[in-house]
């Protein structure tokens, strides 16, 4: 048998069934591609809510306990704040993110004629803190982190980020925030701030894989920079784009998994 077809259906079996599927549907220069685009990598950096925290969760478990919501369906209320979270993010990138926030779903109530008050809204943005990792994160980041440094690069504050890695339980190489550059992804200040940082510690762009669940945050902003990148589709069973504004299918990248915990297989087996 070719070593190159081998590898893939040794690779295939390991992975998750709608992975898997995903995986079918490559050509075989793609699948080439797969299995070498790890070869020079040193740092995996991730984008966090979204991608390692169920935050479509938790802006809805904590927005129906602090305004009455329940005639919304999610997918309502998940638009609805994907457009204002970003038009907030565009216009304000020095807001702290518990601030945008705080905007967001006082927009939502004004949009619904929804009353609320400022604790209502303060209590909302500190949700954040709490939201939970997706149940194979921690056990993903686990694996990566004993090949990989590992790196934060997320639309947040320094407070809240704090709260959330303490979920983690893992230890990140950096973090890097939207307080500390003063923008917010998809902005690609974002990138080319990171990028300068870890060059100056000795990483080339070439050595950095990006894993993130959002095509508008994230996807969008490393096709233009030339960053390698690996879509983990949280939402592959579900239709719309969550709490995501929609962008062309042309931003969606070549390498995609179902879940974290098969890109992690497959990271520290073929890097």
């Not at 690779?11 to 790890?38: G, P, T």
């Not at 990138?93 to 939502?108: S, T």
Request: with cysteine.
């Amino acid at each position: 048998m070719n070593f190159r077809i081998q590898k893939y259906l040794i690779f295939k079996s390991q992975i998750s069934f709608q992975s898997a599927i995903i995986v079918d549907l490559l050509s075989d220069n793609q699948l080439y591609s797969l299995m070498e685009i790890l070869q020079d990598k040193k740092i995996i950096t991730f984008d966090c809510y979204g991608t390692l925290i169920d935050w479509e969760t938790g802006i809805l478990k904590s927005l129906k306990e602090s305004m009455s919501i329940g005639h919304l369906s999610d997918h309502e209320i998940l638009k609805i704040f994907a457009s204002d979270e970003s038009k907030i993010q565009k216009e304000y990138p020095a807001m702290l993110y518990e601030e945008v926030l705080e905007n967001v779903i006082k927009n939502i109530a004004g949009h619904f004629s929804i009353k609320i008050n400022d604790e209502n809204s303060a209590v909302f943005a500190r949700s954040v803190r709490t939201w939970i990792p997706f149940n194979d994160t921690i056990g993903a980041l686990q694996k990566l982190s004993s090949k990989y440094k590992l790196v934060i690069i997320s639309n947040i504050d320094n407070l809240s980020i704090k709260y959330t890695k303490s979920l983690l339980k893992v230890d990140f190489f950096r973090t890097y925030t939207a307080q500390d550059i003063g923008a917010y992804k998809p902005d690609l200040i974002v990138f080319e701030y990171v990028f300068d940082k870890l060059e100056t510690e000795g990483y080339l762009k070439s050595e950095i894989l990006h894993v993130a669940e959002s095509l508008y945050h994230d996807h969008v902003p490393a096709k233009k920079m030339g960053l390698d990148s690996v879509w983990i589709n949280r939402r592959h069973d579900k239709s719309g784009n969550g709490a995501t504004p929609n962008v062309g299918k042309e931003w969606i990248p070549d390498y995609m998994f179902t879940d974290l915990s098969s890109f992690a297989d497959w990271a520290l087996k073929e890097g």
